[in-house]
C-alpha cells in the first residue's frame, strides 16, 4: 500500500511541476492575455480544421506533421477561442518530460536527489530562448526525445554488452521514432543515432543477423504512428498531398539541401557558426549540456559504446536540426534533453559532499518533501525572472489588435477569413473562424503559388475579411474596403495589420 501511495505522490509531484512551469513559461498559459505566435496559431487553425473535416496540405496548408495537428485539434475541442487546450497539452506533455528527466537522473544518482533535481532541468530548457512563446513543434517532440535518451542510456550502462536490448524496448523505440517522425521530422536524427549505436551493439559480437533483426523490429514500432495517418489520407483520396505537404515542401522547398546549396566545408562552417550562436543565445542549458556530455564522455568505467553513443545522440539530432541550413529560435529545444547530463553530474556532486561531511538529513520524509516542493518554487522563479515571455503578462486583450478586430469581424453573421503577408496572426482563433481556403496564410515556402492564389481570393471576393501586415496586393481595392488598422512591435520592430472587409 505504501509503495502505491508513493507512486501517486510522484504523479501529483510531477504533474505540479509541470503545472507550474508552463503556467508560467507559456503563453498559452491563463496568465497570459494570448498566444499570439503565429506559428502556434497556425497549428491551432489546421487542428480546428482537420476536426471540421477539411483534409491538411490539400485543404488548409501548412507543412509539419499530422500528430501535431491532431493534439491541437484537441486542445481546440477544450476550447475554440483561447488557448486552454493547448496549455492543457502542454502540462501533459511536460509531465511526460519531468517523469522522463527523473528516470534519466535516478540511472546516476539516488532516488530522492532526482526527485528534487528533476523539475529544475525542464525549467532551465522552458525558460530558455528556444522555448519561444509555448506550443511550437518542438516541444511537442520532447517527450519523445527523453524517454529515447532514457532507453539509450539505461540499455548501454546496465545491460550492454552482456544483454540485447530487449524486442519490447526497441519496438518502443520505433513508436517514439515514429511519433517524432509525424510531428517534426528534423529531429529523427536522434534516433538514427539510437539504432545506429544499438546495430552496433550486436555488430561487435559479430551478430549481423541480430543487428538486423533488431532494425526490423525497430522500424515495425516506427511505422506504427503512420498507420492511422495512411488510412486517413487513404480514405480522402490525399495520398500525395500527404507526401507533397509534409515531405516534398519541407526537403526541397524549405531547406536548401539541393545542388544550389552551400559545399561541404562552407555547410560545416556554417554549423559551427549556429553552434557557437545556440551556445550564446540558450546558455541557461547549455552550461549543463558542456559539462554533463563531457563528465559523461570521459568519467570513469564507461564501456567505449556506451561513450560513442552519448556522443552519436548529441551529433545526429543536431545534424538532423541545422542541416538544412535553416535556424529559427525554436528549432534548438530538442538539444536541451542534453542538460540533464549536467543535472546528473551536479546531483553526484551534491551526494559525494553530503557523504564527506556525513549529512543525511535527506534520509527524513520531510526534508525530502520539503526540499522537492522548494525545486518546484526555485523553477518558477528562475522562468519568471529569465523568459522572455513574462513581461507580456503586463499586456491587456483589450490593448491588443486582434482583439479589436474580433470585435469588428463578430459583428457579420458567419465571416470568413484570409490572413496575408504574415503567418496567421491569431484572429481565426479568437473569432472561432475554421479556414475556408488551402492558402488561408502567407507561406514563406513556394511563394509565388501562395500569392497568387490569395491574390486570386482577394479579386474574385471569396472572403468577407482580410487581415494582413505591413502590406497587401493593390487589388485589394477593388472588392474591398479598409475598416481598421492598428499597430503592433515585436522586438523593437513597428508592424502594422490591417483589417479589410468585402464591400456590399
Known amino acids: 500500500m505504501k509503495k502505491i501511495n508513493w507512486k501517486y505522490i510522484k504523479v501529483g509531484y510531477f504533474l505540479l511541476a509541470a503545472f ?36 491538411p496540405y490539400r485543404d488548409v496548408f501548412d507543412q509539419k506533421g499530422m500528430y501535431l495537428y491532431f493534439f491541437y485539434g484537441l486542445a481546440y475541442l477544450v476550447s475554440h477561442t483561447t488557448f486552454a487546450g493547448v496549455f492543457l497539452m502542454e502540462v501533459i506533455l511536460a509531465t511526460f518530460d519531468i517523469a522522463g528527466i527523473c528516470k534519466i537522473l535516478k ?45 539509450s542510456l539505461a540499455y548501454f550502462k546496465n545491460d550492454y554488452p552482456d ?23 528534423t529531429s529523427l536524427g536522434f534516433f538514427f543515432a539510437w539504432m545506429m549505436c544499438v546495430a552496433f551493439s550486436f555488430l561487435v559480437k559479430k551478430n549481423f543477423f541480430g543487428a538486423v533483426k533488431a532494425c526490423l523490429i525497430f522500424l515495425a514500432g516506427m511505422l ?79 564501456k567505449i559504446l556506451e561513450r560513442f553513443n552519448i556522443l552519436a545522440l548529441c551529433f545526429f539530432l543536431f545534424i538532423g536540426i541545422y542541416i538544412g541550413g535553416l535556424q529559427l529560435p525554436y528549432y534548438a529545444l530538442p538539444l536541451s534533453v542534453f542538460a540533464v547530463l ?26 525530502l518533501v520539503t526540499l522537492s516542493f522548494l525545486s518546484i518554487v526555485v523553477s518558477t522563479c528562475f522562468i519568471y525572472f529569465t523568459s ?50 488551402q492558402w488561408f496564410q502567407t507561406q514563406t515556402v513556394i511563394m509565388e503559388t501562395v500569392l497568387g492564389e490569395q491574390e486570386r481570393y482577394i479579386r474574385e471576393g471569396l472572403i468577407s475579411f482580410i487581415i494582413a501586415r505591413d502590406e497587401y496586393p493593390q487589388a485589394i481595392w477593388e472588392r474591398y474596403e479598409l475598416v481598421a488598422q492598428e499597430p503592433w512591435y515585436h522586438e523593437g520592430t513597428e508592424f502594422t495589420y490591417y483589417l479589410f472587409k468585402r464591400k456590399e
Open 20 to 55: 507550474l512551469i508552463i503556467l508560467f513559461a507559456s503563453r498559452s498559459s491563463f496568465l497570459y492575455p494570448c498566444n499570439n505566435w503565429n506559428d502556434a496559431n497556425s497549428y491551432f487553425s489546421v487542428g480546428k480544421a482537420l476536426f471540421n473535416g477539411k483534409v
Open 107 to 151: 540511472l546516476f544518482v539516488k532516488e530522492k536527489t532526482a526527485l528534487i533535481l528533476t523539475p529544475m532541468v525542464l525549467a532551465v530548457s522552458f525558460a530558455s530562448y528556444s522555448f519561444y512563446w509555448g506550443g511550437c513543434a518542438e516541444e511537442v517532440c520532447l517527450p519523445f526525445i527523453i524517454w529515447g535518451l532514457y532507453f
Open 163 to 185: 544483454k540485447e536490448m530487449p524486442k519490447r524496448t526497441l519496438f518502443i523505440g520505433g513508436l517514439l521514432a515514429g511519433m517524432v517522425a509525424n510531428i517534426k521530422f
Open 224 to 302: 506504427i504512428p503512420f498507420v492511422p495517418w495512411f488510412i486517413y489520407f487513404a480514405i480522402h483520396n490525399a495520398l500525395y498531398y500527404w507526401y507533397w505537404g509534409y515531405v516534398w515542401v519541407n526537403v526541397f522547398a524549405y531547406s536548401n539541401l539541393n545542388n544550389e546549396g552551400p559545399s561541404l566545408f562552407e555547410r560545416i562552417y556554417i554549423l559551427a557558426k549556429i553552434l557557437y550562436w545556440l551556445i550564446i543565445q540558450n546558455f541557461g542549458y547549455f552550461v549543463f549540456i558542456i559539462p554533463g556530455v563531457l563528465a559523461f564522455f570521459f568519467g570513469k568505467g564507461k
Open 342 to 367: 549536467g543535472f546528473a553530474l551536479l546531483g553526484r556532486i551534491i551526494e559525494w559532499i553530503l557523504k564527506k561531511t556525513g549529512m543525511v538529513f535527506l534520509k527524513k520524509s520531510a526534508v
Open 388 to 437: 522572455m515571455n513574462t513581461p507580456f503578462m503586463k499586456e491587456k486583450r483589450e490593448d491588443m489588435f486582434l482583439y479589436k478586430f474580433k470585435e469588428i469581424v463578430e459583428q457579420e453573421e458567419n465571416p470568413t477569413l484570409l490572413n496575408i503577408s504574415c503567418l496567421d496572426a491569431g484572429l481565426y482563433t479568437v473569432c472561432d473562424i475554421v479556414p475556408t481556403c
